[in-house]
């Protein structure tokens, strides 16, 4: 279906206004909401691409900027040395409270969506996939998928590099869908082995996929994007969503705006 231009939120937080973007489907009726958290580069046009995606599968999507305390709204960091270097530094400078709270914020937002039927989701890719990991100790979230989520496995989120991800599994209720590539070097073996065994033990539920992929395998931009892997994660994910959070009140329209025929 078709989704409608992206619209600028500056949601209230205990840290500030934090600018969040909404890509939602043109056609009328309510549909299931997903939290999508970007990389540490922030609201990316390949973070906008994956937004656009989902929200046209049927989904209200909110992305949030997760260092919006630290940068003017709108903010995007190069893929490049100084944007790494300076998303890398806040990752570790913003406390691991404000992250929760940001969560709190986005939840809130889409359960008084009007748009929204209140069955919520998260997504999140790389830093991401650790920021959705925790957003799914909330109790709304009813499903949750991650992509090559750093740091779990060191405890490296957050002011002091010392969180407590795999501590608070136990308050993950909802399902859990973890995909990584096994070329990543930031999720080595025996760390994806750390978190595997942490689900295990507490009885999550959750699936669990290794791609022969490298780091950032998602992003359309640059060498490691590999289209075929993004096709079956992008199949798997949307099973997970449909399957667990519905298709909204509403069947959506294949129509879009007035066009010029040629």
């Given at each position: 279906?078709?989704?409608?231009?992206?619209?600028?939120?500056?949601?209230?937080?205990?840290?500030?206004?934090?600018?969040?973007?909404?890509?939602?489907?043109?056609?009328?009726?309510?549909?299931?909401?997903?939290?999508?958290?970007?990389?540490?580069?922030?609201?990316?046009?390949?973070?906008?691409?994956?937004?656009?995606?989902?929200?046209?599968?049927?989904?209200?999507?909110?992305?949030?900027?997760?260092?919006?305390?630290?940068?003017?709204?709108?903010?995007?960091?190069?893929?490049?040395?100084?944007?790494?270097?300076?998303?890398?530094?806040?990752?570790?400078?913003?406390?691991?409270?404000?992250?929760?709270?940001?969560?709190?914020?986005?939840?809130?937002?889409?359960?008084?969506?009007?748009?929204?039927?209140?069955?919520?989701?998260?997504?999140?890719?790389?830093?991401?996939?650790?920021?959705?990991?925790?957003?799914?100790?909330?109790?709304?979230?009813?499903?949750?998928?991650?992509?090559?989520a750093t740091d779990?496995?060191?405890?490296?989120?957050?002011?002091?590099?010392?969180?407590?991800?795999?501590?608070?599994?136990?308050?993950?209720?909802?399902?859990?869908?973890?995909?990584?590539?096994?070329?990543?070097?930031?999720?080595?073996?025996?760390?994806r082995q750390k978190?595997?065994?942490?689900?295990?033990?507490?009885?999550?539920?959750?699936?669990?996929?290794?791609?022969?992929?490298?780091?950032?395998?998602?992003?359309?931009?640059?060498?490691?994007?590999?289209?075929?892997?993004?096709?079956?994660?992008?199949?798997?994910?949307?099973?997970?969503?449909?399957?667990?959070?519905?298709?909204?009140?509403?069947?959506?329209?294949?129509?879009?705006?007035?066009?010029?025929?040629?």
């Amino acid at each position: 279906m078709t989704i409608r231009d992206p619209e600028n939120c500056d949601l209230s937080t205990p840290t500030g206004p934090m600018r969040t973007v909404v890509f939602r489907p043109t056609a009328p009726g309510r549909y299931p909401g997903i939290l999508l958290y970007s990389e540490i580069f922030q609201i990316t046009g390949p973070i906008r691409r994956t937004a656009a995606f989902l929200a046209g599968h049927g989904f209200v999507v909110a992305v949030p900027e997760i260092y919006h305390e630290f940068e003017p709204a709108g903010t995007v960091l190069a893929y490049d040395t100084a944007g790494a270097e300076r998303g890398n530094i806040l990752k570790t400078t913003k406390p691991l409270a404000s992250y929760d709270a940001d969560a709190r914020a986005v939840i809130t937002f889409l359960q008084n969506h009007g748009a929204c039927t209140g069955q919520l989701g998260a997504l999140g890719i790389c830093i991401g996939g650790h920021l959705a990991f925790r957003a799914a100790m909330n109790s709304a979230v009813l499903a949750t998928v991650c992509f090559y989520a750093t740091d779990i496995h060191k405890r490296g989120l957050g002011q002091g590099m010392n969180d407590n991800s795999l501590d608070r599994i136990p308050e993950i209720t909802g399902e859990l869908l973890m995909l990584w590539g096994r070329q990543d070097p930031h999720v080595p073996l025996e760390g994806r082995q750390k978190i595997h065994a942490a689900l295990h033990a507490a009885g999550t539920h959750f699936t669990w996929h290794e791609f022969n992929g490298a780091h950032a395998f998602m992003r359309d931009e640059g060498a490691r994007y590999d289209p075929e892997l993004v096709l079956q994660c992008y199949a798997l994910t949307l099973g997970l969503f449909h399957r667990k959070l519905g298709v909204g009140d509403q069947a959506g329209s294949t129509t879009g705006t007035t066009e010029t025929k040629h």
